[in-house]
């Protein structure tokens, strides 16, 4: 049972473009929400997160937008550069339980020089 | 040391033999993860461990797996009578209790022949 789903597993954008990786989750219990972002032969490392009560939270080149009717988050990057080539991972929690994060299968990001 | 570490961080082991990962959590970290990757798959949740209650084992794939913490810190993934199918990284992370930002260590990556 995937709670948090990323159906698209690649994605390929050009240097300069827009990068929008997409996530979908079903627990309606989840309010925090994260996206971490791993390199071969490295572990994931912590993107950018957003809590409930926001819609949107911006870092940089990085935005990450909630949409909580939908229970459908995306992240944004932009302008895309060759180094943000990487799978990206959404992951979210439930902070008033038991804390658990559930991760999506992850998105592999190609930007194109 | 100011990360989550792990080891070994590499390890080759015959089928049918027993191996087993050490995760060291960050300092002050009450949640601790077990996750691994294999080959050209995501992210798969193996068991979770939140400061004394009991740990969340729903995703641990057969009765070879088990992990322990010891006094709420270091922990140990076991898996016994390999197979190769176990082949895989396996990732550790931690994170402070209500707060949803898990940190990952590098990996142990496992090979079975």
């Known amino acids: 049972d995937q709670q948090v789903k990323q159906n698209s597993p690649s994605l390929s954008v050009q240097e300069g473009r827009i990068s929008i990786l997409n996530c979908d989750y079903t627990n309606s219990m989840f309010d925090y929400f994260l996206w971490y972002k791993k390199y071969p032969a490295e572990g994931p490392t912590f993107l950018i997160s957003i809590s409930s009560i926001k819609d949107k939270n911006e870092d940089g080149r990085f935005t990450v937008f909630l949409n909580k009717s939908a229970k459908h988050l995306s992240l944004h990057i932009v302008p895309s550069q060759p180094g943000d080539s990487a799978v990206y991972f959404c992951a979210a929690s439930a902070r008033g339980g038991y804390q658990k994060v559930t991760f999506g299968i992850g998105t592999k990001l190609q930007v194109i020089p | 040391g100011a990360g989550v570490s792990q080891s070994p961080s590499n390890k080759v082991t015959e089928k049918g033999k027993d191996v087993e990962l050490r995760c060291d959590p960050i300092?002050?970290?009450?949640?601790l993860y077990w996750y691994r990757q294999s080959l050209g798959q995501g992210l798969e949740f193996l068991i979770y461990f939140q400061g004394n209650s009991a740990p969340d084992k729903s995703g641990l794939p057969s009765d070879r797996f088990s992990a322990e913490r010891t006094g709420g810190s270091v922990s140990t993934l076991t898996i016994q009578r390999t197979q190769q199918e176990d082949s895989a990284v396996y990732l550790c992370?931690?994170?402070?209790?209500?707060?949803?930002?898990?940190?990952f260590g590098q990996g142990t990556r496992l090979t079975v022949v």
């Open positions: 300092s002050g970290h009450t949640a």
């Open positions: 992370a931690s994170s402070k209790d209500r707060v949803g930002k898990a940190f």
